[in-house]
Antibody, heavy 116, light 108 residues
Framework: QVQLQESGPGLVKPSQTLSLTCTVSGGSISSGSYYWSWIRQPAGKGLEWIGRICTSGSTIYNPSLKSRVTISVDTSKNQFSLKLSSVTAADTAVYYC????????WGHGTLVTVSS | QSVLTQPPSASGTPGQRVTISCSGSSSNIGSNYVYWYQQLPGTAPKLLIYRNNQRPSGVPDRFSGSKSGTSASLAISGLRSEDEADYYCAAWDDSLYVFGTGTKVTVL
């Protein structure tokens, strides 16, 4: 049974780069054509799609974040990652990784706070 | 600002049927599939409905989805206390995956 687990710093300073990793267990990240996504949720608010990467390496990003976002895959570690640059307090949120054509599997989420 | 609009709240007593609407436009719901997610308190969202009306394995048939034009609906029949959660619709809008504003369902 495939599971996803987010990891990374829980506190990031303003203007720095937020870096998160999602580890895939119970299956190979490179098996078949599959999508791996990042989604975030500020406290008490709704969901915002950040972007996704296909196992082929192609990416699509939310236009509102595109200039600051990079999603990549490391097949050797069975992980995919999110980098969000020049963060501000508005980027404080629970960050989820998800997989599948329809985001049918989600990690538990990790809270990232942007504060000095 | 989400382009998919949902009512902020909905409620019902146990056993009742509750319906949640999701209003979009021709660029999202009108031309793409709709998905629904359930988020129980303090947990990650879970896929409830995909491709307008399909249920993943393990989702009770009390949950059903439909779509007509630029709107979609999620119906919960035989409402149970464990259905108390936030529900989000979602759809592709060109190359952007958009979520609805979310609806909090309360079981009275």
């Amino acid at each position: 049974q495939v599971q996803l687990q987010e990891s990374g710093p829980g506190l990031v300073k303003p203007s720095q780069t937020l870096s998160l990793t999602c580890t895939v267990s119970g299956g190979s990240i490179s098996s078949g054509s599959y999508y791996w996504s990042w989604i975030r949720q500020p406290a008490g608010k709704g969901l915002e799609w950040i972007g996704r990467i296909c196992t082929s390496g192609s990416t699509i990003y939310n236009p509102s974040l595109k200039s600051r976002v990079t999603i990549s895959v490391d097949t050797s570690k069975n992980q995919f990652s999110l980098k969000l640059s020049s963060v501000t307090a508005a980027d404080t949120a629970v960050y989820y990784c998800a997989s599948g054509d329809w985001n049918d599997l989600w990690g538990h989420g990790t809270l990232v706070t942007v504060s000095s | 600002q989400s382009v998919l609009t949902q009512p902020p709240s909905a409620s019902g007593t146990p056993g009742q049927r509750v319906t949640i609407s999701c209003s979009g436009s021709s660029s999202n719901i009108g031309s793409n599939y709709v998905y629904w997610y359930q988020q129980l308190p303090g947990t990650a969202p879970k896929l409830l409905i995909y491709r307008n009306n399909q249920r993943p394995s393990g989702v009770p048939d009390r949950f059903s989805g439909s779509k007509s034009g630029t709107s979609a609906s999620l119906a919960i029949s035989g409402l149970r206390s464990e259905d108390e959660a936030d529900y989000y619709c979602a759809a592709w809008d060109d190359s952007l995956y958009v979520f609805g504003t979310g609806t909090k369902v309360t079981v009275l």
